[in-house]
């Protein structure tokens, strides 16, 4: 589903952020990527995204090699990858409804479609009550859950999420995990990039470690840190 | 993918709520370039209309200062013979004089201390046909007549033209430069608003949204800014018009100033059609350029 083949990416001229990472991750796996601040995390999401080239090496996404997706083509592949960040990044004039509406717009689908799906995904998120509420109305918790609703309301083969519980408490971010935990089950692939010790500890997935740009670790059923 | 009119223009119109300062100053720019663009539209119109007029005048005037009368009736009797020529009167210095004296009978401080010997003898010709005047004109020259002892229409044009003509460049000019002005100030006031709501967009564009996706709602933006500024000042234009005409048919009678020769449908068309056309190309340029950077 996503393949790294020896990708290095360099910024600027001289901060090697990857260095030579191997990744494969198959249809349905719940992912969890993990190291210290600066290992490379974040630039491996905006990567799959194709918000930026590599500097050396491919990547694969759902078949299709990016490199050779022209510019006018990605929100095509975007749209085959829902994305949750840290900071939600939705769009502030925006209801929470709205917010999720948007995702479904810019496929060009029918309104009549957008009208039901909409209240389906926010009521499956826990927030049927607060469709209408802006995101500055919303507790950081709920902002995120909207933001889960609007990555996941397209059903995209693939999920990635670029530190989704940074921002929250434990308690809320439990309830985050759980809901990436159900997209999962229902056979959307999962990559997490995390510094969540804990709940990496609990969920008990595969956990990829990453130190300074490469990969050091990549355990089934695995945990944040290596077990003795 | 379908086009979403309705979608597009309530986000277009939600921008104009949400960024009513810099739509208003749009709007305000818009306004102004094509009051300016039209008001050299009339000026021009009416000028042309002038000399339209003066052109279908068929009546040449030959000044013959210290003729005797006899000098009068002789030339009278000649241009009497010629093909063109429909009717010819005799105007003397007393004739003259109180035909200006009628004329400006209203001002009498421009003639109070006139004598009558300013005002030479002539013969007056009416023409079968307008197109004729310059030939009448070149016949009489052959006579002895020179440039300054005739009036005919075309000298009129020559005269009024080499005056009118600075000014007409000179509105060209201003036209110009407000157009090209108000295109950078439109573009300008939509890159601050893009650049205001950058995140939005990138947000945008990380959901999947296309290049054209995120540009519609701006490009409706920009045509709604161009269509209430041009539709504001076309109205204004005709309006000025009409209050133009008004004004010169009661204190200029003399000058044939026509409103015919402003077609007013056309002029609101044409204003629309520019101010539309700007907002839609400042606004389709700058978020275009926008969205090539990120
Ligand atoms: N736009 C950029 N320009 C230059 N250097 C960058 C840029 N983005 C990231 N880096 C550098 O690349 C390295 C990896 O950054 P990255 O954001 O991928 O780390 P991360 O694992 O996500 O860290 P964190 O856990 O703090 O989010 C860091 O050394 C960082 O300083
Ligand atoms: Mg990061």
Redesign the interface.
Known sequence: MIRFNNVTKVYGNDTVALERVNLEINAGEFVFLVGASGSGKSTMVRLILKEMEPSAGSIYVNGTKLSSVPRRRIPRLRRDIGCVFQDFKLLPNKTAAENVAYAMEVTGQRRRTIRTKVPQILDLVGLSGKMGKYPEQLSGGEQQRVSIARAFVSQPPILVADEPTGNLDPNTSVGIMQLLHRINRIGTTVLVATHDREMVDVMRKRVVALEDGRIVRDKVRGAYADEV | ??F?FW?FLVEAL?NVR?NLLMSITAVTTTFICILVFGLGLLVSAHIQGVIGSVRQDVSVEAFMPNASSDQLDALAQKVRGWPEVAKVTEVSQEQAFAEFKDKFKDQPDLYRDLDQSVFPPSVQIQLKDPSEANDVAEKLKQEGFTEDNLSYPQQTIDRLNSVTSYVIWGLYGATLLFLIASVLLISNAIRLSIFARRK?IE?????????S?VRTPFVFEGLLQGLVGAGLAAFAVVWINYLFVDWAHNDLPYVPISSDAVNAPFVLVVLVAVGVGIGVIGSFLSVTRFLRKI
């Open positions: 993918m379908r979403n979608f939600k949400l939005e947000v945008m564009k990380l959901v999947g949204a296309s290049d996706f």
